[in-house]
């Protein structure tokens, strides 16, 4: 099957009016010119990326979640995530999901929660559009999570942990009045209350320094033993930067400084941030901005974070400023992300990779995206590749 006169986005390149031969789901051929072939789908003046690779998604919670406290049946949610991926034009997607302090059985974030939901998606990645994989936000200041983390690893349930303290006063929350304003908003309570929430917060996860790192430590080896990529959450200083790259991590998600993301690049590791971040030109907690980490050169991966539909609108904000344009920003998306989980078989246009593809309008609109060379969304405006098995029921 034949896609011909579309704009290719290459890892070093972008061809105008390229074509590619797709076999048996796997991208079998790259031309740069136009092809004449019979029953070739016709670009329009379309655009094909490689799928999108989003490492850290906190969606599932939010379709677990969409009001506070009503609760969804985790196969609704679950199927209105995997539908929405594959409209934005993601293929695979790390689900972030957390195990927190002070969560009772049952709530969002508990133990048997969290549990319940790494079980459902392990069961729906057969069925689902997606490939659908699991990132385990560690909470250290949670000792308990340290057996329940070794037990998903055990199993093989996890494909990303990520250390993590959102404690207020530090990290992504070091900003506290920034903080307690957000809050008030969030959760419709005034910044009094708000106020009065973040000082217990941060008396209640109060923890030894020797305490923290020690968890980290196990986290760190439990994830070398097991062979699963460790990543930083929320590095606000130096000292931390090179606290994580000691310890094995190779993605620092979400600096909060620009100093702690440039120390994370020199120790070899991969920044991750917000694509909403570089969509909007700002950080909504006022971190790092993730435009002024790309001008930097210190920007490695882009993750849909809490909106997956960012991901595009972010990777053309970046492209005006990408000293490799369009092919430089889509790699922040699609070859870094692979490259840093290592996944061999996806995240870029070349031959023999799996045909995880994304078709972009004139508009900027997700019109089609492909995984395995199968239509897993479509707008109906282009037609002539196979329907994949049906998503989740």
């Known amino acids: 099957m034949w896609l011909s006169d579309f704009t290719l986005v290459l890892p070093d390149r972008v061809v105008p009016n390229g074509a590619l031969r797709l076999q048996d789901g796997r991208i079998a051929e790259i031309a740069d010119h136009p092809v004449r072939h019979a029953g070739a789908m016709r670009g329009a003046g379309h655009t094909i990326f490689a799928g999108f690779i989003d490492m850290h998604g906190d969606m599932i919670e939010q379709e677990l979640e969409p009001r506070a406290r009503v609760d969804f049946p985790i196969n609704v949610a679950l199927a209105a995530l995997d539908a929405r991926l594959a409209a934005a034009?993601?293929?695979?997607?790390?689900?972030?999901?957390?195990?927190?302090?002070?969560?009772?059985?049952?709530?969002?974030?508990?133990?048997?929660?969290?549990?319940?939901?790494?079980?459902?998606?392990?069961?729906?990645?057969?069925?689902?559009?997606?490939?659908?994989?699991?990132?385990?936000?560690?909470?250290?200041?949670?000792?308990?999570?340290?057996?329940?983390?070794?037990?998903?690893?055990?199993?093989?349930?996890?494909?990303?942990?990520?250390?993590?303290?959102?404690?207020p006063g530090q990290g992504q929350y070091r900003n506290l009045e920034i903080h307690i304003r957000n809050k008030a908003a969030q959760n419709g309570i005034s910044e009094a209350e708000a106020r009065a929430m973040v000082?217990?917060?941060?008396?209640?996860?109060?923890?030894?320094?020797?305490?923290?790192?020690?968890?980290?430590?196990?986290?760190?080896?439990?994830?070398?033993?097991?062979?699963?990529?460790?990543?930083?959450?929320?590095?606000?200083?130096?000292?931390?930067?090179?606290?994580?790259?000691?310890?094995?991590?190779?993605?620092?998600?979400?600096?909060?400084?620009?100093?702690?993301?440039?120390?994370?690049?020199?120790?070899?590791?991969?920044?991750?941030?917000?694509?909403?971040?570089?969509?909007?030109g700002e950080s909504y907690s006022g971190n790092l901005s993730a435009r002024e980490a790309h001008r930097a050169g210190v920007l490695s991966i882009l993750a849909a974070d809490y909106h997956p539909a960012a991901i595009l609108p972010a990777i053309r904000a970046l492209a005006t400023q990408d000293p490799d344009g369009l092919a430089g920003a889509a790699r922040l998306a699609t070859v870094n992300p692979a490259k840093a989980l290592g996944l061999d078989d996806v995240g870029s246009i070349a031959n023999g990779k799996s045909a995880d593809l994304v078709v972009v309008d004139d508009a900027d609109r997700v019109v089609l995206t492909l995984r395995r060379g199968a239509v897993i969304y479509s707008d109906g405006t282009l037609h002539g590749l196979p329907a994949r098995e049906p998503a989740i029921a």
């Open 89 to 167: 034009g993601v293929t695979t997607a790390y689900a972030s999901v957390s195990f927190s302090r002070g969560v009772r059985d049952g709530e969002r974030r508990s133990f048997e929660h969290t549990s319940g939901v790494i079980r459902a998606l392990a069961a729906a990645r057969g069925r689902a559009r997606v490939d659908h994989r699991i990132h385990a936000r560690f909470d250290i200041t949670f000792d308990n999570a340290v057996g329940v983390l070794k037990g998903l690893l055990d199993d093989g349930t996890v494909d990303l942990v990520s250390l993590m303290d959102h404690t």
């Open 199 to 280: 000082d217990t917060a941060m008396a209640t996860r109060a923890r030894p320094q020797e305490e923290l790192l020690q968890n980290m430590r196990t986290v760190a080896r439990m994830c070398r033993d097991h062979g699963v990529p460790l990543a930083s959450h929320d590095d606000d200083t130096v000292d931390k930067a090179h606290l994580v790259a000691e310890l094995g991590a190779v993605i620092a998600e979400f600096p909060v400084t620009l100093e702690a993301a440039e120390v994370a690049t020199q120790r070899g590791l991969m920044t991750a941030m917000g694509a909403p971040n570089a969509m909007r």
